[in-house]
């Protein structure tokens, strides 16, 4: 495929950003472990101190044959996945020129915002585009149509692993041991529908 990372040369930096009870954290660890037992070495690196409902939570996961830091240098990262609008904006200097940013289309207002203080603001896939990057969205009525948007962390690990050489078995393993036995199938489609968006 094109755009996949040439994982057993190279470490592969992924951010995750959202606002807290998005399950960013769980996206991460998802990935994580997908990434560890397809015999890669990783490291990450959760913000937890923000992680209330409604702050921002950042998480950095790194793998390849041999990673040093779980902190990706600005600028260098591979992947941005955004589970809010104006969490890819904050985070998007992270990301190398041309690489690939994952945007859920879904805003959740900051209290600056919500008090009148500031704007929030608009255009931001088209501005994230004329900047170079590569961007793939998904709707949050999409995601919502699956039965609830708190799919929609693992609907966009679903569009991150087209890009990532791991083994759709690895995934499913995964996926589906992530989340209470009466989610887990839930949960599994919505990694497929990620993964079906090209």
Request: glycine share 10%; proline share 3%; net charge positive.
């Amino acid at each position: 495929m094109r755009n996949n990372t040439r994982m057993k040369d190279k470490t592969t930096s992924v951010i995750l950003s959202g606002v807290g009870g998005q399950g960013v954290l769980l996206a991460a660890r998802i990935l994580s472990e997908a990434a560890l037992r397809s015999g890669l070495d990783v490291k990450s690196s959760e913000v937890h101190g923000m992680s209330q409902r409604g702050g921002s939570v950042l998480a950095q996961v790194r793998f390849g044959p041999r990673v040093y830091s779980s902190l990706t240098p600005e600028g260098r990262g591979d992947f941005l996945v955004a589970l809010e609008e104006l969490e890819a904006l904050r985070f998007r200097a992270m990301i190398r020129g041309e690489g690939r940013i994952i945007v859920l289309k879904h805003r959740i207002f900051p209290s600056t915002v919500n008090t009148g203080n500031a704007a929030y603001p608009e255009k931001n896939v088209s501005l994230l585009k004329e900047e170079g990057y590569k961007v793939s969205t998904v709707e949050a009525d999409e995601v919502q149509a699956l039965g609830s948007l708190r799919f929609a962390n693992i609907f966009l690990l679903g569009m991150l692993s087209l890009h990532l050489k791991i083994s759709v078995d690895i995934w499913r393993e995964i996926v589906i041991a992530a989340v209470p036995a009466r989610f887990s199938e839930d949960n599994w489609k919505a990694f497929e529908e990620g993964r079906g968006r090209r």
